[in-house]
């Protein structure tokens, strides 16, 4: 049997996928839209485009790793609650795509779990054994690596890091609690408390209240990290803010798990420092043990494909979820 | 050689200790004085009085455990930060515990691990492999089970849930900083709030009121949870408050790591329901994976000696601090 393995990433629109050896050497990578309310034709798909990208790949693998966002028990290969793939939510994930490829052993790990062992692996934790991850997307999700291995929880609930209260009396998270991490620092939470900003507060610079009004529905929160990197204050601040919150999240993090280094990925973290630094001053003064004060706190490496790299590794070392 | 090993948990005025065998059968425990400010003396006292209570004990055993307050490296033996222990910090407790039992191994732990690996083994946490404990003492602890193994992180600074930071404007914790779990949990915490609620609250019951100015300097959690137990709703609020806070640190915990088992222990721990039970109803409302919100939260079993046995457990398990 050959010893290439898949490592597939579903998104709600896009499958990245990529093709390594046990050596870990990747043969290929592409994307390949989703079909989000049907599994088997997304895995056919699949299949396809990597015989077409690939015609010296195997036809048959010597395993296949999926991730995808939500719920997804590591032992048994279920998906459960996955609110962006509706046709796939409560499935047996893992016999699909073993059905899909001709049988071969399945891996399946929930997306933010997959990156951080893409990271860990080839990325911005390499040399390290306790790794913490946050990637903050539209939401904000986790991950939680010790001694090498993922850490996914009694019942697959580990790394919602995101969800982590950190003011019983804060904004509104779409979880319906308060104060969650997500209610600070997830780009829908940003973009909604920029277009406040530019409503409710007097001392918003015209450039911010500008650019929110002129982009609408359209603001990104690249949108805005680009003013903050033109000099404006007000966009500054918000990035700052959210900053402080994530510092909280961490440091919170730190003091109940001391780890080697702390990753910040997803799409909000492309605004680098904006973000970051506020968040490197505040950790020390939160962190109690002095040793561990200056964990770092670095951005993530590996990109999009991080995810789809890490479940292609997790295939090759089945067993490495805790 | 002998399969027999000690379990000490040096506090600032006692040493507790257990004797046990490779099958973990206890032969024998006790306590003796601690000479805090004299490691050397305190650990000739422990041996003399392990060689009267036991004269069947051997003369070398298999190895010695000691578990003690402050920043303990296991993988060095060091003991560095320890306030009750001042004559103990920045020492090599490992070689100062080897040297003074005919140079046997030493295994060396912080004392709420070791509790955590008591109650693991003989306790509230037995049968499970992941676990998070919470202390609430004079100060907050905790500890962190992962497959069977106790984190203490890359600087040995793990555990430290009493200083998670579950709102930035909360009271003022003994560490300098804000809001912390210690500040709202611990001991010295509850009854600076208790003292406060006499003083200035108007609807603070009269038996309340009359207890604090009474016990004064001696008032205890003690004095209030019996208080509260006999119906007083102002003991009672002051408990559920503090459960509530908990709840959230506990929440957070769970949203991280998902474990099998929530253990709360320590002298605060003795309140029971009137702090537990709070601390139960608002975890599943703050946990965000269906799976894991009724998570067992559960006391400690193994009472004071915990911290003994559990040193004793991981001197005979040595290797088993990640």
Chains 1, 2 share one sequence.
Request: proline share 5%; aromatic share 4%.
């Amino acid at each position: 049997m050959s010893d290439v393995v898949i490592g597939a990433d579903i998104g709600g629109t896009m499958i990245k996928w990529v093709v390594t050896t046990a050596s870990q050497e990747p043969l290929g990578q592409g994307r390949v839209q989703t079909a989000p309310a049907d599994p088997q034709r997304s895995l056919r798909r699949l299949r396809k485009d990597i015989a077409a990208a690939l015609p010296q790949a195997p036809d048959v693998f010597a395993a296949v790793g999926v991730a995808c966002a939500g719920i997804v028990s590591a032992r048994t290969g279920w998906l459960g609650r996955s609110p962006n793939l509706p046709g796939w939510e409560d499935t047996a994930l893992g016999q699909l795509v073993s059905d899909a490829f001709a049988g071969v052993p399945a891996v399946v790990a929930n997306d933010v779990n997959a990156a951080l062992y893409g990271e860990y692996r080839y990325g911005a934790g390499q040399g390290c054994r306790n790794l913490i991850m946050i990637a903050l997307g539209t939401g904000v999700g986790g991950g939680v690596l010790v001694e090498g291995r993922l850490v996914t929880g009694a019942a697959d609930g580990a790394g919602e890091i995101g969800h982590m209260i950190l003011d019983p009396e804060g904004p509104t998270c779409t979880c319906g609690n308060r104060g969650c991490l997500e209610a600070y620092a997830g780009s829908v939470a940003l973009l909604q408390k920029a277009r406040q900003l530019a409503v409710d507060d007097a001392k918003a610079s015209t450039d911010f209240v500008g650019l929110v009004r002129e982009r609408g529905e359209r603001l990104s929160t690249s949108d805005l990290s680009q003013l903050a990197r033109n000099g404006d204050d007000t966009a500054r601040e918000l990035f700052a803010g959210a900053g402080l919150r994530l510092g909280q999240a961490v440091a919170n993090c730190v003091n109940l798990l001391d780890p080697d280094r702390v990753i910040i990925g997803g799409g909000v973290a492309a605004a680098g420092d904006l973000i970051l630094e506020p968040c490197r001053r505040y950790v020390p003064t939160a962190v109690l043990s002095e040793g561990s004060r200056q964990v770092p706190i670095v951005p993530a490496a590996k990109g999009s494909f991080a995810a789809a790299l890490g479940v292609a590794a997790l295939a090759q070392h089945r067993g490495e979820l805790a």
